[in-house]
């Protein structure tokens, strides 16, 4: 199974952008699927995540400037990225966690905020 992320960009700070990351074959037994991002020189960090029945998660840094979506059923998940600031630099990698602890990444998407 592969998660193709695409989305990223760049952007100048203030501005805004949308993340999308689908599953390339049905991952069953989901438990969250989620962003993680990593920032050069930096480990990498959660970003922000949903759970099945809707619960969502956020790294304190992007609380009310990001927004996660998705829909378990179909593996898609989605980034809603505002007020983004040079902070916010770095590969964004889209995760589903399968049930009972099995990990699927994307192959990253650079997000460059700089003006």
């Known amino acids: 199974v592969q998660l193709q992320a695409s989305g990223g960009g760049l952007v100048h700070p203030g501005g805004s952008l949308r993340l999308a990351c689908a599953a390339s074959?049905?991952?069953?037994?989901?438990?969250?699927m989620g962003w993680y991002r990593q920032a050069p020189g930096k480990q990498r960090e959660l970003v922000a995540q949903?759970?099945?029945?809707?619960?969502?998660t956020y790294a304190d840094s992007v609380k009310g400037r990001f927004t996660i979506s998705g829909d378990i059923a179909k593996n898609t998940v989605y980034l809603q990225m505002t007020s983004l600031e040079p902070e916010d630099t770095a590969v964004y990698y889209c995760?589903?966690?399968?049930?009972?602890?099995?990990?699927?990444w994307g192959q990253g998407t650079l997000v460059t905020v700089s003006s």
């Open positions: 995760n589903i966690k399968r049930w009972p602890s099995l990990d699927y």
């Open positions: 949903i759970y099945t029945g809707g619960a969502t």
């Open positions: 074959e049905y991952i069953f037994t989901v438990n969250a």
